[in-house]
Nanobody, 123 residues
């Protein structure tokens, strides 16, 4: 199983980016797919998840109302639309597959991690 996140880049504060998560060897339709961020010197942090069974979505407090997670089953892809970006959103973003607990995916319950993509938000 391989997950690959892409779509990161440099954007000004207030701008938008869309990250994509592609999978091989795994059907994302059957998975809880989460996004995490890791800023320099900080722990990896839960950002968002889309559940496998009913497409419910949950978000970390810092991104609620700004980020949206969605999936495209035909392409076996999951996306993270990031709007109103702030400098504090600067981080490496990872997609992951794991078990949900209490409306999020704890890092310890991730089964597969993807390679990250760097998002840099300038002020």
């Amino acid at each position: 199983v391989q997950l690959q996140a892409c779509g990161g880049g440099l954007v000004q504060a207030g701008g938008s980016l869309r990250l994509s998560c592609a999978a091989s060897g795994l059907t994302l339709r059957s998975s809880n797919v989460a996004w995490f961020s890791q800023a320099p010197g900080k722990e990896r942090e839960f950002v968002a998840v889309i559940s496998w069974n009913n497409d419910n979505t949950y978000y970390g407090d810092s991104v609620k109302g700004r980020f949206t997670v969605s999936r495209d089953d035909a392409k076996n892809m999951v996306y993270l639309q990031m709007n109103s970006l702030k400098p504090e959103d600067t981080a490496v973003y990872y997609c992951a597959v794991g078990a949900m607990l209490g409306g999020q995916v704890p890092a310890r319950m991730v089964r597969y991690w993807g390679q990250g993509t760097l998002v840099t938000v300038s002020s």
